[in-house]
């Protein structure tokens, strides 16, 4: 099964291609679009796979019908668990055989098209520069730098909706530099900021972008993700994130 898309990857560059195209629709079925796809993940359905698709979309269907599928399937029955555990722990389990199933099919591509020791040592490297979906899901990464202070680009509208103690860094920032310490302290804060990722699809902090901070999960977002512009976001006062916002009260 891979949502009928007939997609045949025969370098590197193009499975990586491939690779990207499928992690980004998996996290965005994850983060952004995580009501739809916990709806569709009926328990009372049969067996249910995630699949991530190369023009960056998701679809949850049931896995291939022949044996052996065109491509590796991704994990079985996911809906089964959906009920039995905590949301976030559920989550963070598909995350994991998402991440394990996107490294089976970049390798069989890989493999199927003859890449030899040095073109697997350079796509593993591709890959491996990209943060996991588990840890794009749980914020990982984000926590093993935990202590970061403000991101600079836009930085009056992100540090208001970002976490306690960014305002007064903020205003200084803001209020009467000097030009050559202004432009320090963004190249510090770029610096700082290197590893921070969008909650959303993922990719790293770049400095010509417009970011936000969820106040409830301190994750970061791309303004482009969750469809948030400098303008609306200096007129919210507190920014919840799609995930934090679609959160219900287990019984």
Not at 187 to 193: N, P, Q
């Amino acid at each position: 099964m891979d949502g009928g898309v007939a997609y045949n990857p025969r370098t590197v560059e193009e499975v990586f291609r491939d690779f990207k195209g499928r992690r980004a629709g998996m996290i965005r079925a994850l983060t952004t679009d995580v009501v739809e796809f916990y709806q569709l993940c009926d328990p009372e359905k049969e067996n249910l796979c995630l699949y991530g698709l190369p023009n960056e979309q998701w679809e949850v269907n049931l896995p291939a019908e022949e044996v052996p599928p065109e491509v590796p399937e991704p994990a079985l029955g996911i809906n089964f668990a959906r009920d039995g555990m905590q949301k976030k722990d559920w989550l963070s389990l598909v995350a994991v055989h998402s991440d394990a199933w996107l490294l089976a099919v970049a390798f069989y591509f890989g493999s199927r098209f003859g890449c030899d020791k040095s073109d697997r040592k350079r796509l593993f490297t591709m890959i491996n520069d990209l943060p996991t979906i588990f840890e794009v899901v749980t914020g990982s990464v984000k926590k093993q730098g935990k202590d970061k202070s403000l991101v600079s680009n836009n930085s009056s509208s992100k540090s208001r909706t970002g976490p306690k103690g960014r305002d007064s860094e903020s205003s200084k920032l803001s209020n009467g530099l000097a030009k050559d310490e202004d432009d320090g302290l963004n190249e510090e804060a770029e610096e700082e900021h290197g590893e921070t990722l969008c909650g959303a699809c993922g990719e790293n902090y770049a400095s010509d972008e417009f970011w936000i901070c969820c106040d409830i999960c301190e994750k970061w977002f791309h303004g482009k993700c969750v469809k948030i512009t400098p303008a609306r976001a200096e007129h919210i006062k507190q920014y919840k994130c799609p995930s934090c916002s679609n959160k219900r009260a287990r019984p």
